[in-house]
């Protein structure tokens, strides 16, 4: 454009030297045509876009001032022309992208497989493991990283746990024969104490009862009563030290001796004396046993007793409950040569002797609190208060029952044995 903005260049020839940009921009009516031609007018340069005249397609506009003369030049460049190279980059570059980029889908995809395939498979062993298939095959992996590591791992838990399960198999195996053979044994050793009730039905000076529950499957507590000739009726209890087979035995051992010894001398303290010498000797275990043994004329109510460090009985006699004077003569089997004394008293008609062994007394609550001697005396008491006439079973019965009520579910820490004897005369 000269300077009177006449156009010296135009597509369109006929515009060329017979139109000025503002004469053009008039009869267009295009406002923006006119702010460039003031522009250029005023000498400024500048960029914009606009659509062109001739094919309507968007241009980049670019115009400014030449130094001489007063003339200005503005040039219109097609924008797709312009860009066509930065379109085409931009076409090749995402498509270089898309194209790196499902390589690299595929890429990862295959390492992923790759990695995880062992872990699949260990996985799918872990599960047959699991279900009780210890022969399943588990992956093995040359590799020395984490997951060869892992695999070596689960393979030698599968071996180990098959060897310990072969193991607990034979050690329950084991287990079960030996409680088979433990209740076989405390079957045969509830068998040789009496458990018939009342033991001698045609017998109607006394009324006995008596009960026994070991804390193990076979324990060391024992009873016993049969009659010595035709009125003289021995009645004993006893507590092997420790529990268990050894315990068994020696209560076994103890039971027959007092038997023996005493239809032989109807004198309770020869008789724990003879039993003392008799278990003492070779007894390499040092094991004992505590015997209180009583022989009862059922005639006269005179009972003639023994006790080898047993805890003393208890002497109902109406109202009155109190524990029979105990001298502490030691307990049998532990030494040789101690010589055991016979006591004496005298039961009247209703008359009741309650032994028992340390299992009730020593019983403990969850809090290891003891049953104590005292409470058996008060409840026993109660009992009596409340009926004088009360049988034998039904005494043992209501103090088992104190008993575990006092315990409260604890385990039962010793063997509880009770015998109840009551003189009718």
């Not at 960029?47 to 030449?66: A, H, I």
């Not at 006995?208 to 070991?214: G, H, Q, S, T, V």
């Amino acid at each position: 454009a000269g300077p009177e903005r006449f156009l010296i260049y135009h597509p369109e020839k006929k515009l060329i030297m017979n139109e000025t940009i503002f004469s053009l921009a008039d009869q267009l009516g295009d406002e923006n045509l006119w702010q460039i031609g003031r522009a250029l007018k005023d000498g400024e340069r500048g960029f914009v876009t606009r659509n062109s005249l001739v094919t309507g397609e968007k241009n980049f506009c670019y115009y400014m001032p030449l130094p001489v003369g007063g003339w200005s030049l503005a040039f219109l460049f097609p924008e797709k022309e312009v860009l066509a190279q930065l379109t085409k980059l931009s076409r090749e570059t995402l498509l270089i992208s898309l194209s790196g980029f499902c390589v690299m889908i595929i890429a990862i995809t295959l390492l992923t497989r790759r990695l995880t395939r062992p872990l699949i498979n260990l996985a799918a062993a872990t599960r047959e493991i699991a279900k009780g298939n210890l022969d399943a095959d588990v992956p093995v992996l040359k590799t020395t990283d984490e997951l060869g590591q892992l695999t070596v791992a689960f393979r030698d838990m599968g071996l180990s746990l098959k060897e310990h399960i072969k193991q607990l198999t034979t050690t329950t195996a084991q287990k079960e024969r030996i409680e088979s053979e433990l209740r076989i044994a405390r079957e045969i050793q509830m068998s040789i104490l009496p458990k018939i009730f009342p033991p001698f039905p045609d017998c109607d000076e006394i009324d006995l009862f008596a009960f026994i529950e070991p804390a193990r499957e076979i324990g060391g507590d024992l009873y016993d009563f049969f009659f010595i000739g035709d009125k003289k009726f021995c009645f004993l209890i006893g507590d092997v030290s420790d529990k268990g087979v050894p315990a068994a035995f020696f209560m076994a051992v103890t039971k027959t001796l007092l038997k023996i010894i005493a239809e032989q001398s109807p004198d309770p303290g020869t008789i724990l004396t003879k039993v003392n010498e008799d278990l003492a000797e070779g007894n390499d275990s040092c094991m004992f046993v505590t015997l209180f043994l009583g022989i009862l004329d059922c005639e006269t109510g005179v009972v003639q007793f023994g006790n080898a460090g047993h805890n003393p009985p208890v002497m109902i006699a109406g109202r009155k409950v109190a524990y029979l004077p105990s001298i502490n003569e030691p307990l049998a089997g532990a030494m040789e040569g101690i010589k055991y004394s016979t006591q004496e008293l005298v039961l009247a008609p209703g008359d009741t002797l309650f032994l028992y062994t340390d299992g009730v007394t020593e019983a403990m609550d969850t809090s290891a609190a003891f049953y104590s001697e005292r409470r058996l005396l008060d409840e026993l008491g109660n009992r009596v208060n409340e009926d004088p006439d009360l049988t034998p079973e039904a005494m043992i019965t209501n103090i088992e029952t104190s008993i575990r009520d006092f315990t409260k579910g604890a385990p039962q820490s010793d063997d509880i044995t009770m015998l109840s004897l009551r003189y009718v005369g």
